[in-house]
């Protein structure tokens, strides 16, 4: 496995993006935008300048624009890709801007404002802005669906939990009621037939409804305990898994809205058969068992404690998942999603910052270190782990610097202490 890298350049404030159609790069420096061609050069086509220091950086879905916004200064920049001299220009010093994302139709952005709990959709093609009062939250609790169609909100009416589904022109499609004592957040399944819903930390309860408010299901965990911490679904739609503040993940399967298994995270590992890569192991088949894994003492004083499922996804092909849980956060959990049993177990030697999947075969990038990328793969009948350093500048301690990187033909965008995925087509 040779990787291949491209030549590091300045960013800010760690904004840099792939564009969804994969065809740009964009990353910030200071108050400029530098948009760049997706080929091994990274040739520079664009550069825009603005009068703020540029703190966030999202394109529309289509690709056809980028915005770049300042919070702390309560205004947003919309760009054209095709034409360089338009610009949208949207400001709210009176309510002021805490998040700031697009509408699913690339016609207009949303802003959440701090504290005033209501969300504004500004188009980019009237002077026309919806104000929706009640949001419950600024930076979740509202998401488009994937397919475009709807975007749901959650909110609160007299001390009681809604949702709010409307259409991408903002046109109210149902609001209702929902039974939970103080809902924390919503997920779209990937074909946008189901919305959950889940409860705060201090209750395990899901609900999960379908856009027109049909309630499909309501699960509540039997036994006392805290709640519900992380949600996905996987590709198909088939399965909502459910991360709990317990250590263990619940699957339910929409066929028939049961909960099917549960699966532990256990400090201990006792099992020969489960396989278990320890970084700082010079001989990986003389790990002995029983064998403990590194753990941190959460904080239960604060709000979301650093314990339970705090990471877990799905592969593309929902063969297989990972997990994290937060008590142990350099160790990462490979299961198989068809036999439910574990396949391999990792120990890093730092916490685990990201984890990416490959959109086309069973491999995992995993960024545990300033500049350590390890590659886990299935190949020849075996998991096996490579460990890239890789060069992002780190000798400059005073600049940030991002660049790209081709791994088996998957193009990665790498910070000095972060990297993020590209998805779409491959560069040889």
């Not at 800010?12 to 760049?36: G, K, M, T, W």
């Not at 360089?84 to 802003?111: K, L, P």
């Not at 993940?249 to 320890?278: A, C, G």
Request: proline share 5%.
């Amino acid at each position: 496995m040779k990787p291949h890298y491209s030549n590091v350049y300045k960013q800010s404030l760690y904004q840099c993006q792939f564009s969804p159609s994969n065809e740009y790069v964009a990353h910030a420096v200071d108050n400029r935008l530098v948009i760049r061609y997706n080929d091994i050069d990274l040739t520079i086509i664009h550069v825009y300048e603005c009068p703020f220091v540029i703190e966030y950086v999202q394109w529309s879905p289509d690709s056809k624009y980028i915005l770049i916004a300042s919070p702390s200064k309560a205004i947003v920049h919309v760009l054209s890709i095709s034409d360089t001299i338009w610009r949208a220009i949207f400001e709210d010093h009176y309510h002021g801007i805490q998040r700031v994302t697009w509408r699913s139709d690339s016609g207009g952005i949303i802003t959440a404002a701090h504290g005033q709990f209501q969300l504004k959709m500004w188009s980019l093609t009237s002077k026309d802005v919806l104000v929706i009062k009640g949001a419950k939250f600024a930076n979740k609790g509202y998401m488009s669906s994937p397919d475009g169609k709807y975007f749901a909100v959650l909110e609160t009416k007299q001390g009681k939990d809604h949702l709010s589904i409307y259409t991408p022109r903002w046109t109210l499609v149902k609001h209702f009621k929902i039974d939970t004592a103080d809902a924390s957040n919503i997920q779209w399944s990937p074909n946008s037939s189901y919305l959950a819903v889940w409860d705060n930390s201090l209750y395990y309860k899901i609900l999960v409804y379908r856009p027109d408010g049909h309630l499909y299901t309501s699960y509540q965990a039997p036994e006392d305990g805290l709640g519900i911490k992380t949600v996905a679904w996987n590709s198909r739609s088939s399965i909502l898994a459910m991360g709990g503040y317990d250590h263990q993940i619940r699957f339910m399967t929409t066929s028939d809205w049961k909960v099917v298994i549960r699966l532990s995270h256990p400090s201990t590992i006792h099992q020969n058969t489960v396989d278990i890569y320890e970084e700082n192991s010079l001989d990986q088949k003389s790990l002995k068992r029983p064998l403990p894994l590194p753990m941190t003492r959460p904080d239960y004083n604060i709000a979301n404690p650093s314990t339970g499922i705090g990471a877990f996804q799905f592969s593309p092909d929902g063969r297989l998942f990972y997990s994290i849980d937060d008590s142990m956060p350099t160790t990462l959990w490979l299961w198989n999603a068809r036999t439910l049993k574990t396949e391999m177990i990792v120990c890093q030697l730092n916490p685990i910052r990201q984890v990416v999947w490959h959109p086309a075969v069973s491999k995992l990038f995993l960024v545990s270190g300033e500049d350590r990328l390890s590659v886990v793969e299935y190949s020849s009948g075996q998991w096996d782990i490579t460990v890239i350093t890789v060069p992002t500048g780190q000798e400059s301690s005073m600049e940030q610097t991002s660049g790209t990187c081709v791994v088996d033909g998957y193009t990665l965008v790498l910070f000095n202490e972060f990297v993020f995925e590209r998805t779409g087509k491959i560069i040889q």
